[in-house]
């Protein structure tokens, strides 16, 4: 099937109201272009070199996303070319982003990230820190970034009951936080979770944003790594 197929039967079977991030992370600009000539305007990048090259190159009514982990360092460098920045996983880090983003006169979207997953490889918040930075004077302080939600990652596995309650938790502290911290906040409202293999059920637990690439572009051809 191609690109544009694989896309609208996905597009089809997302219910109303969910947004889709087309995760074109490797993907060349000629892939890109067959997703936004099917008319996909959302596309996710997790790291920021590539995120700023094709920014340049692709068209400008396109929005970037980012969905990987953040270094401090190159915050400056991709401020002013994203529309939401899904994987904020500390204070210190939002606070740079708060910094460049004053700047260059622009309020920057955000999702925090919480780390869920059994694995030790995801970033995030845990939820202790989450709280803790939600209630300090320096995240109150911030003006320039928007904070719209979560985001987070299940366990890499096939146990479906074990992804369905990562995803369960994940919407219990999004309902918990817009409780306590976002109650008069109507934007405070998307939840960012689901991948190709699991976003059927993240949408069932919840998820208002779902990220999907290879069900899209099809398996992600990595380079081999060195022989040594
Ligand atoms: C790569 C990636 C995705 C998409 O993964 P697929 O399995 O290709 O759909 C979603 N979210 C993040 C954070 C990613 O890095």
Known sequence: MSIRENLNQIISSLPKGIKLIVVSKTRTNEELIEAYNAGQRAFGENKVQE??????ELPGDIEWHLIGHLQTNKVKSVVSAVSMIHSVDSLKLLKIIDREAELVGKTVDCLLQVHIAKEETKFGFSVDELL???NSEEFKSLSNVK???LMGMATFTDHEE???EEF??????????????????PDFK???MGMSDDYPIAIEEGSTIVRIGSKIFGPRIYPAAPKI
């Open 190 to 192: 998307e939840l960012s």
């Open 132 to 134: 803790r930075d939600l």
């Open 51 to 56: 995120l700023i090259r094709k920014q340049k």
């Open 162 to 164: 074990q992804v369905r």
């Open 147 to 149: 904070i719209k939600g």
């Open 168 to 185: 369960k938790s994940m919407h219990q502290i999004f309902e918990q936080v817009k409780i306590r911290f976002f109650a008069n906040d």
